[in-house]
């Protein structure tokens, strides 16, 4: 990414920064590719609490449809944490160049796909935000073995 080049600015819940902070220290010594990015993102990031974050911004556990640049048909996936994972077609992670990229953005900005290695001037456009899940969330395997443990 060129340091001169102006990103539009991002909000992240103290949860979610919290949690991706170390998320990213682990991954740093583990010298994975996004790990750098991932501060980067989340040093520039504007924080709020869960309460206080408006509802045309991407978090984590939130819904997104979003546009490839390339022209590309727009695609909504649930943003989520790594750990996080249930529904393979319908989330993108944090940890992916297009997941890091969408993280704190407001519908209608445009921002390059971080880390990606592709062609420089890939960008990514925030086209509607939400629902956004609330709760945990349990695989429906994990659901049924807890219910069970109640009869």
């Known amino acids: 990414m060129d340091a001169c080049q102006e990103l539009p600015p991002i909000v992240v819940t103290t949860q979610d920064h919290r949690r991706l902070m170390r998320a990213a220290q682990e991954l740093a010594g583990q010298a994975h590719p996004l790990a750098t990015p991932l501060l980067q993102e989340l040093g520039r990031a504007a924080l ?74 890939t960008f990514l456009s925030v086209e509607s935000v939400g629902p956004r899940v609330i709760g945990t969330l349990e695989p429906v395997g994990a659901m049924m073995a807890s219910s069970s443990r109640w009869h």
């Open 48 to 121: 709020c609490t869960p309460d206080e974050l408006p509802d045309d911004v991407v978090s984590l556990d939130t819904f997104v449809t979003y546009r490839l640049a390339d022209g590309s048909s727009p695609e909504k996936r649930m943003l989520i944490h790594p750990d996080d994972g249930m529904w393979p077609l319908a989330e993108v992670s944090v940890l992916t160049p297009v997941g890091l990229s969408l993280l704190g953005l407001r519908i209608g900005d445009r921002m390059p796909v971080i880390g990606s290695g592709s062609a420089p001037g």
